[in-house]
């Protein structure tokens, strides 16, 4: 496996994580609240380790992908990708102040924050799969700087 992988596997993380917050939110809603714990933590692992492959690949990687082919769909595609990095902010306090509550079994205040945050969550987690979906499968991009790696050293390696 090379850092040039990680865009797939981060697309996956994402549609992994999405499968998680909507079985969680099924189990919730039919009180099945062991399956629903299971569920929001696999998705919050799911994420954790999106995000920890995804900051790998940006430190990792000089090459930028912008999107410009097809002019039409340009803006279409930047709303989306906007709110999806503004959205993935403004998610990250909100995920944790929902888990605290749910930990500490603070349950009806677990419920009005959940009541934004599961709708942000999935937001994101359904964009950023788009967004891989439309830069590289749908729309596939040329790069602008040239696709130069960092030293073998910091590659990912499959064992």
């Given at each position: 496996?090379?850092?040039?992988?990680?865009?797939?596997?981060?697309?996956?993380?994402?549609?992994?994580?999405?499968?998680?917050?909507?079985?969680?939110?099924?189990?919730?809603?039919?009180?099945?609240?062991?399956?629903?714990?299971?569920?929001?933590?696999?998705?919050?692992?799911?994420?954790?380790?999106?995000?920890?492959?995804?900051?790998?690949?940006?430190?990792?990687?000089?090459?930028?992908?912008?999107?410009?082919n097809p002019t039409w769909f340009r803006p279409?595609?930047?709303?989306?990708?906007?709110?999806?990095?503004?959205?993935?902010?403004?998610?990250?306090?909100?995920?944790?102040?929902?888990?605290?509550?749910?930990?500490?079994?603070?349950?009806?205040?677990?419920?009005?924050?959940?009541?934004?945050?599961?709708?942000?969550?999935?937001?994101?987690?359904?964009?950023?799969?788009?967004?891989?979906?439309?830069?590289?499968?749908?729309?596939?991009?040329?790069?602008?700087?040239?696709?130069?790696?960092?030293?073998?050293?910091?590659?990912?390696?499959?064992?």
């Amino acid at each position: 496996m090379t850092i040039q992988d990680l865009p797939l596997i981060n697309a996956c993380l994402n549609a992994l994580a999405t499968v998680f917050l909507t079985l969680g939110y099924m189990f919730i809603r039919t009180g099945n609240k062991t399956a629903h714990k299971k569920c929001m933590i696999s998705a919050f692992l799911t994420s954790a380790v999106f995000l920890t492959c995804y900051l790998i690949y940006h430190f990792n990687t000089e090459a930028v992908t912008r999107f410009v082919n097809p002019t039409w769909f340009r803006p279409i595609y930047l709303v989306i990708l906007i709110t999806h990095v503004i959205l993935a902010v403004v998610i990250l306090p909100l995920i944790f102040m929902t888990f605290s509550r749910a930990l500490k079994a603070r349950y009806e205040l677990h419920k009005k924050i959940a009541k934004w945050t599961w709708p942000l969550w999935m937001y994101v987690s359904i964009t950023g799969v788009l967004i891989y979906l439309l830069l590289y499968q749908i729309f596939p991009q040329s790069k602008s700087t040239p696709s130069v790696q960092k030293p073998p050293s910091t590659q990912l390696v499959s064992s």
